[in-house]
């Protein structure tokens, strides 16, 4: 019997989740698809990511614990595979949300060069880069005043209430003295010039860079169809007027680059998008729909879209054969962080393609359509054959190719019957050629990946 083994990371914005989160049974998984499962918990917040340059410490707190932790792990499951009945050279990686990004990163880190095969990233918001190394000291020099804290007691004497206290307190100071960090995302893997040597997005721009070890992996990017909904929902809930719009756009850029709230703004796709919302519903709820539609595009979809096409153009494999696909959930399974959020009812938001993954637990409140069924069949299958192959393809379902360029995405659109594949995803938001997300306004990590 030829197991495979397949390793999760959780999501949670790199400062909550974990290994026991709702509904991440790993045994259930394993025992409908043949694979050894695996759910890594690393690091989060200050704990996961903390640089204490001004820190007198010995050993000095370098950072970066947390990708630290999932390389520890690999490496002891690549050496344990046996063990459990796996295979060391058929390794699939899968993550959502910042779990996702945590992979992104490991393309860019040659100590997990040769611990995974394959990768699925569920959700991952790419909009965003890995930090600076001037971005990493300048959060550690606001954090590590706070310890109140002298030499050896970080290591001694901290316990992980006081760290949690001054990671909150932090967070409450950081929009106000770096507002260039991003609030929703302020801890995460940086570029520390030694475990990691250079950002990601700035590495996939370079046409064959020797920094980004891609080689002949199989990748997988998913996003959902309503990927801003939680958070629109909270950000707008004071939302009085269309006339907010512009503020809370603003507010949502942040401070990097002034222009990319006025380009917003004075472009016509979403003001098209608002007009045609204003068609169907009240003002504020086609505000809503609007401002729900930028922050996928701006956050997940586009960004996700561009990077699978960047690897494909600009890294073709050794086989020449295209092994990048991209896939999106236009219906999934409400996950209970999204079940009582009102602009979730009747969306697939972010997080609602984790028990299409997993499958619902016992003890699942949710009711299931016939459809949403027939969709964790479809996924668990296509995963199940990823991981042994190579290919999400297999007897019953629709063809799925990989990516082939900007005009032929070759797009899964899961909850179709049978899958429906099409050539283009939001192309006048998304698309290279049509010049709005990523060139005409840029994706936050376009911009500090030319930092230092």
């Not at 960090?181 to 950002?199: C, G, H, K, Q, Y």
């Not at 990523?438 to 500090?448: A, E, L, P």
């Amino acid at each position: 019997m030829h197991i495979l083994k397949k390793h999760r990371l959780h999501g949670g914005s790199f400062v909550q989740g974990g290994a026991t989160n709702y509904g991440l049974d790993g045994s259930a998984l394993a025992g409908k698809s043949n694979m050894v499962v695996v759910v890594v918990q690393y690091r989060l917040g200050l704990l996961g990511f903390l640089k204490g340059s001004l820190a007198r410490t010995n050993p000095p707190i370098s950072g970066n614990y947390a990708v630290k932790d999932v390389i520890t792990a690999l490496n002891s499951i690549k050496e344990l595979a046996d063990t459990f009945g796996g295979d060391r050279n058929s390794i699939t990686l899968a993550g959502q949300s910042s779990g996702a990004e945590m992979i992104k990163t490991l393309l860019v880190t040659r100590s997990a060069s040769d611990l995974f095969q394959r990768a699925i990233l569920h959700s991952a918001p790419l909009n965003y880069g890995d930090h600076s190394v001037k971005t990493a000291d300048a959060i550690g020099a606001i954090a590590i005043p706070l310890f109140n804290c002298q030499d050896d007691c970080y290591r001694s004497y901290l316990d992980v209430d006081t760290i949690l206290e001054v990671q909150n307190a932090l967070m409450d100071q950081l929009p106000n003295r770096l507002p260039e960090v991003a609030a929703s995302e302020p801890f995460r893997p940086f570029v520390d010039n030694a475990l990691i040597t250079t950002d990601f997005m700035r590495a996939i721009n370079s046409p064959g860079s020797r920094d980004l070890y891609l080689g002949s992996r199989q990748i997988i990017f998913t996003t959902v169809k309503d990927e801003a909904a939680p958070t629109i929902e909270y950000r707008a809930k004071d939302l009085k007027s269309i006339g907010q719009i512009p503020l809370l756009i603003n507010a949502a850029l942040g401070s990097l680059d002034p222009n990319r709230s006025s380009a917003v703004q004075s472009s016509h796709v979403y003001s098209r998008e608002l007009g045609f919302e204003l068609i169907f519903r009240n003002r504020i709820q086609a505000a809503k729909e609007t401002l729900l539609l930028f922050g996928s595009d701006y956050i997940w979809t586009c960004a996700n879209q561009q990077v699978a096409v960047n690897l494909t153009r600009n890294f073709p494999p050794p086989g020449g054969n295209n092994t990048i696909w991209l896939a999106e959930f236009d219906l999934g399974i409400p996950y209970p962080s999204t079940q009582n959020i009102p602009l979730c009812r009747g969306k697939v938001c972010h997080e609602d393609d984790i028990l299409a993954v997993f499958g619902t637990p016992k003890d699942y409140s949710g009711f299931l359509s016939y459809s949403q069924r027939k969709l964790i069949t479809e996924v668990g299958k296509r995963w199940a054959a990823f991981a042994a192959s190579g290919s999400p393809n297999l007897d019953g379902y629709a063809t799925w190719s990989p990516v082939a360029n900007g005009d032929e995405l070759n797009l899964l659109r899961f909850g179709e019957t049978f899958g429906k594949i099409t050539p283009d995803q939001r192309p006048w938001a998304c698309s290279e050629s049509d010049g709005f997300w990523g060139t005409k306004v840029r994706f936050d990590s376009q911009i500090t990946s030319g930092s230092s």
